[in-house]
């Protein structure tokens, strides 16, 4: 023991060992640190070696080691390129010899980011960013919500590039997803062009090196924050929804374990006593998104903050809807060609919002619309919320003329 630690021994050499220090976790310990001689050492399960990289005094260059995927280590293309090493695919043996002061990082031969090219991953990264265990138990638990419609299931979420509430439970599934040949589109309220959907689509470009799209067809997975595509969906398309709060019962009851029970039990009659207050309140159901939807007749689920209009595309839908809430650690799933159903009575049933107004740029009048507020006047405009909706509207107008 030291200092109430306890000690580790690796060959001739000790280190206290933290209590969170597992055997299989990698860890390097630089020359001068108290525990020997020598260059620094790359542990892994008890078993030391000599970093290739140690300098003079025994440290690691900066950037020149990089961890990939299945544990291994490489040298970055600036270490390579020095040692006369054979460099990566799709960046610039010259470039990589010639790195500034201030850190640049090598340019690349790579083409750009389109559906049809894929651009340079950068390997510094793992694949998606997330390590494989992390993505394993993902999918573990993706396979049990698709068995499961609807229901809740837990999952450790990881720290993301960005703040909860920005899409940390989309991309994390996202991530555990993506392949290397799928094409990825994101949308934030329907559009491609906004900042949270193209930091993403960046985001993933930049560390799988997989293609992106606005074509809502060409898209294997989507990507989406509380809208579903105009354009109908195919078999073969993955939808990711970012989900704020799972709990359809959060705001009827605050308690997780009651709300817990509540779905055991299939016990959502506050659920409807709340649709009856907006009808004796309004006349009407005034819930106009995160509309509750019964899942094959058992689970009742939140569809994410998705519009009402848009619950209708849930129901016998042939592509597969996933759900992931970062804060809550929680993410449900709605399988191919499953029933769902928005909750309603008899004598008021479900309906979509419906406009007089029509697109003012391509003309719709079936997509859902956004208004515009033009000047201080208060002039209106309407336009479809459905960015690459809108295009292809307008791009088969001037083809029939």
């Known amino acids: 023991m030291r200092d109430g630690q306890p000690v580790r021994r690796l060959g001739q050499r000790t280190c206290a060992v933290h209590p969170w220090l597992r055997p299989g976790i990698r860890q390097r310990r630089a020359q001068g ?3 020997g001689t020598g260059g620094p050492l790359v542990a892994r399960r008890g078993i030391q070696r000599r970093s290739p990289l140690a300098g003079p005094a025994g440290r690691v260059r900066a950037g020149a080691l990089r961890q990939r995927r ?5 040298l970055a293309p600036q270490a390579a390129a020095l040692r006369g090493l054979p460099v990566r695919a799709g960046v610039d043996p010259q470039a990589a ?3 500034t002061a201030t850190g640049e990082r ?8 389109t559906a049809e090219q894929r ?8 694949f998606a960013y997330l390590d494989e265990q992390t993505k394993r138990m993902i999918r573990r638990a993706l396979l049990k919500a698709v068995a499961i419609p609807g229901y809740q299931v837990p999952f450790g979420g990881r720290e993301m590039p960005l703040p909860y509430g920005w899409g940390t439970g989309g991309m994390q599934l996202t991530a555990a997803i993506l392949g290397a040949d799928d094409v990825l589109k994101v949308i934030d309220q329907g559009a491609d062009d906004t900042t949270n959907a193209v930091s993403i689509r960046r985001f993933f470009a930049r560390t799988a090196g997989i293609a992106t799209t606005e074509r809502t067809p060409e898209a294997t997975v989507i990507q989406t924050r509380h809208r579903i595509p105009e354009t109908p969906l195919h078999a073969d398309q993955i939808m990711v929804y970012q989900v704020p709060i799972p709990e359809p019962l959060r705001f009827i009851e605050p308690s997780e374990t009651e709300t817990r029970t509540m779905h055991a039990l299939d016990d959502y009659g506050v659920m409807h006593v709340k649709l009856y207050e907006d009808i004796a309140t309004f006349g009407h159901i005034a819930t106009s998104y995160a509309y509750p939807v019964m899942v094959d007749e058992r689970y009742v689920m939140d569809p994410s903050p998705i519009p ?13 809807m996933l759900f992931g ?9 709605v399988p191919p060609f499953t029933r769902v159903v928005s909750l309603d009575f008899e004598d008021h049933p479900f309906e ?8 003012a740029i391509c003309g719709s009048h079936e997509s859902f619309l956004d208004e515009l507020i033009l000047d201080d006047a208060g002039t209106q405009s309407f336009v479809c919320s459905d960015t690459d909706y809108c295009a292809q509207g307008v791009k088969q107008q001037e083809n029939d003329r």
């Open 106 to 113: 090598p340019m690349t031969n790579a083409p750009m980011n």
């Open 352 to 359: 979509v919002q419906r406009w007089e107004q029509s697109c």
């Open 308 to 320: 009402k209009f848009d619950n209708p595309k849930l129901h016998m839908s042939p592509a597969l």
């Open 33 to 35: 640190n108290g525990h």
């Open 325 to 333: 809430a970062g804060r809550e650690k929680r993410l449900y799933a």
């Open 97 to 99: 010899q010639v790195r």
């Open 119 to 126: 651009p340079a991953r950068d390997d510094a990264y793992n």
């Open 70 to 74: 299945g544990g291994r280590f490489c």
